[in-house]
C-alpha cells in the first residue's frame, strides 16, 4: 500500500508540475517553490530570510540554452533573495527532459520540501521535475497510472538473503483473465530494484506506449540484480564501493537466481507460456547480465536489449533471436566497447540492430533506448 500511496503522490505531482505557471506550494518559510514557465524556462525559489546563502544545484545548463542534452552533470548557481526573504533563480529555457536538483543551504543539501518526489543519484536523494514539449519527453509523464505497480520480496534459502522486486502489470491486465508476456529489465552498477522506475520511468513510458497502441501489454520485472544484493540492502552506498566489488558480477549470482524468480513470480501472474515470451533488457553491467542470462537460458527469450553494454567475447549470443538490440552514445566510455562487440557479431553472423546516440552513460539514453526496444518486441 505505501508503494501504491508514493505512485499515486508521484503522478500527482507531475500533474501539477507540468502546468506551467501554477506554483506547487503556498510560499511557508523553509520550503523551496518551482514553477515551469510557458517558454520551458524553470523558475525555483526557496523561502528562508534568514538564511545566508543558499544555491541550487541542477543537472542542466543553468546559464546558457541549450537544444540537445547530452549530460547529466550537475551545476550550481547563487540564488538571490528579495526583501521577503525568498530566494530565487530562474534557468534559461530547458530542453524537454527529466532533472533532478537540490537546496543547497546554511543547513546542508536540502530536498525541495514543496516536492513529493525524489530519486536516488548515487548515495543521494534529489528532487526531480520533468519538462515536456517532445513525443519523447511526453513518454516520462502519466497524469494517472491505468497499471499497477507491486513491491515483492524473493527470500532465497541458498544465498541467506532476500531479492526485492518491482512487478508493473499493464491497465489490461486487471480487465480479464489474459496472460501477458515478460519483459526483465536490469538495472546497472549502482543502482537497485526501484532505478528503472524512479529514474528511468519504465512503468509511465511502458503505459503510454501501449496505451498510443505502439508496444505490447507486457508484464515488467525489475528485480533488484546485484550480486549479494549489496546495493539493494543499502541505499546510501557510494558508488565508488560498489565499483571495489564489481569483481563479483563476474560469479553470475543473480543470473543463477534467475529460474526460482521465474517460478516464484509465475506463482503471483498471469504470466504468458507461449514460445518467445520473454525478453530480457539492461544497461551497463545490467546488459552484461542480460547477454549472461539469455546464454544460460538457451531459448527462454526471444529478445535481448543491451543498452551501453559493458561487454565482451564472453557474452556472445549462443542462440538466435527475434531481436538483438544494441545502444550506446557516441560519447559513452563503453562505446569502444559496444563498437568491437558488434564486429564480433558481425563476424560470426549474429543478427542485430545497433543504435548509437549523441551523449555519453546516462539516463537520458537509456530511458530513450527502453522506448525504443519496447516496441520490438512480442
Not at 515551469?36 to 546563502?53: E, H, M
Not at 527529466?98 to 536516488?120: E, K, M
Not at 549479494?228 to 543463477?256: A, H, P
Not at 549474429?350 to 533506448?369: C, D, E, F, L, M
Request: one cysteine or more; proline letters at 4%.
Amino acid at each position: 500500500m505505501r508503494r501504491i500511496r508514493d505512485f499515486f503522490y508521484k503522478t500527482l505531482f507531475f500533474s501539477l508540475l507540468c502546468n506551467s505557471c501554477i506554483l506547487l506550494s503556498a510560499q511557508v518559510s523553509g520550503f523551496g517553490i518551482s514553477r515551469i514557465n510557458q517558454d520551458g524556462s524553470v523558475t525555483f525559489r526557496y523561502v528562508d530570510s534568514t538564511a545566508k546563502k543558499v544555491k541550487l544545484l541542477c543537472d542542466c545548463d543553468l546559464r546558457h540554452q541549450k537544444t540537445i542534452v547530452k549530460t547529466e552533470g550537475a551545476h550550481k548557481i547563487k540564488m538571490l533573495k528579495d526583501s521577503a526573504g525568498v530566494w530565487s533563480y530562474t534557468t534559461p529555457p530547458l530542453t524537454p527532459e527529466v532533472y533532478t536538483y537540490q537546496f543547497i543551504t546554511d543547513n546542508g543539501w536540502l530536498l525541495d520540501p514543496a516536492n513529493p518526489d525524489s530519486v536516488r543519484v548515487y548515495s543521494q536523494k534529489r528532487s526531480f521535475f520533468v519538462v515536456r514539449g517532445t513525443p519523447q519527453a511526453d513518454l516520462y509523464v502519466t497524469d494517472v497510472m491505468q497499471g499497477k505497480l507491486d513491491t515483492l520480496v524473493l527470500h532465497r534459502k541458498s544465498e541467506g538473503k532476500s531479492r526485492r522486486i518491482l512487478v508493473y502489470t499493464p491497465p489490461q491486465y486487471a480487465e480479464g483473465s489474459d496472460s501477458y508476456p515478460v519483459l526483465y529489465l536490469l538495472h546497472g552498477l549502482n543502482g537497485n530494484e526501484t532505478a528503472w522506475m524512479d529514474r528511468g520511468q519504465a512503468a509511465q513510458i511502458l503505459e503510454n506506449l501501449i496505451l498510443q497502441q505502439k508496444a505490447k501489454p507486457m508484464i515488467l520485472v525489475m528485480p533488484d540484480a546485484n550480486p549479494e544484493c549489496f546495493v539493494g540492502q543499502d541505499e546510501t552506498v557510494s558508488l565508488m564501493k560498489n565499483i571495489l566489488l564489481f569483481s563479483k558480477w563476474s560469479k553470475q549470482e543473480f543470473e543463477r537466481c534467475y529460474p526460482e524468480m521465474e517460478a516464484f513470480l509465475k506463482e503471483k501472474y498471469r504470466f504468458a507460456d507461449w514460445q518467445g515470451s520473454r525478453a530480457v533488457a539492461g544497461l551497463s553491467a545490467g546488459a552484461k547480465q542480460s547477454a549472461n542470462l539469455a546464454n544460460m537460458c538457451d531459448s527462454t527469450f526471444s529478445a535481448v536489449g543491451l543498452f551501453s553494454p559493458v561487454i565482451g567475447k564472453q557474452q556472445l549470443p549462443v542462440s538466435h533471436y527475434s531481436e538483438y538490440w544494441i545502444s550506446g552514445g557516441s560519447g559513452d566510455i563503453l562505446h569502444p566497447q559496444m563498437t568491437a562487440f558488434c564486429r564480433k557479431l558481425k563476424r560470426e553472423g549474429v543478427k542485430y540492430s545497433a543504435r548509437t546516440t549523441i551523449g555519453g552513460h546516462t539516463w537520458r539514453n537509456w530511458r530513450v533506448y527502453f522506448s525504443e526496444f519496447v516496441q520490438t518486441i512480442f
